[in-house]
Structures are given as C-alpha cells and as structure tokens.
C-alpha cells in the first residue's frame, strides 16, 4: 500500500474550489485553500499525517461554531472545519493517516476500486487499519509538485472562480442583493 503524499497545489485547489462552492466568495476560498495546508505543519516536526491529520479534531471548528452565537466568529470556524476535513479525508484516500485520533491511536486508510466486470462498472471498497507507524510518514515520498498535479490544481481555481463570479452576478440581480445580505447576515460573512 503506498503511503503517497497528496501535492499542496491539489489540497490548496480542492479546498477552494468547495469553499467557492459553499459560500460564492473569493476571500472564504482562499481562506481555505490556505488553512488546508495546516495539518502538514506536522512536517517542520519530523512526521507527515500525525495526530493533525484527525477528522475529529478537523470537525472541533464546526462544533464550536454551532455553539457559539457571535455569528461573525461562526464563519471563520466553519471555513477552517472544512479545510481541515478536506486535507484529512484526501490524504485518507491516497494513503493511512489517524483520521479516529485520539478515540483510535491507529492509522486509516480508504481503499477504493472499481473497474469494468462483466461488462458494467464496480466499485468496491475497503477501509484498511494498521497500528500508527511513526517512521512510514517521516519523510517527503511523493514529489511535492507536478505538472498533472499543477494543471488540475490550475483547471480547479478558474472553475471555482467562475462560481464566484456566477455568485457576485446573482448578488447584484435584482432582488438578489436582498436574498444575499440576509445570507451574509445569516452566516455572519
Ligand atoms: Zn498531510
């Protein structure tokens, strides 16, 4: 089973493209985009996919978010949830990280397959466990940046900004700019 690294310009690209997505604004996906890169600062460390790569330590911003009332603190909270997921459940599909971390001190990995049988498309899959292995994650073993990985990355940004745009467009409509703010004021963006 390969332990891959997933390109920061992919995890970058994913986060903003489903945070444009969500709330149709630029500065919450570069906001994203941004946060998403968090949980590889386990590398300055010596160690790739430790205990930050936990999808239950990613969902702690959301929680706190719904229990708070201050509706400009939610937002920020909400953005960080999900770049923190994004990252976790990427690197869950390339490879083992501590996705249960600390209920499971194990590592996690999603196993996808599918392929054509008998003439129609299956898809099985599997989720793997092994004990947390320190030294398998010690080290870079995937090339940081590459061309496909960067032209993906690129595709992703411009669809997502069109998404924004398509969203200042509807902003402006009339009777738009009333449905927007009360969506601001809602989200407290
Ligand atoms: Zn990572």
Redesign the pocket.
Known sequence: MSCG??EPAL?FAIAFALAALMWRRLSSALLAGALTLL??L??LLGS??SA??SLLLALLPLAISLAIRRPSAKHPLQVLSLALAV??L??FATGF?PVLWPLSTEEYSLSLDFGFKGGSLALAFDVLRRPYDCDAHGELNAPVLTLEGLAVALLLVVLALQVIRAGRAVARSPGGRELWSAKRAREGI
């Open positions: 690294r997933m995890h949980p590889d386990d590398l790739h996919r930050s790569h990252h976790v990427l690197e990280a």
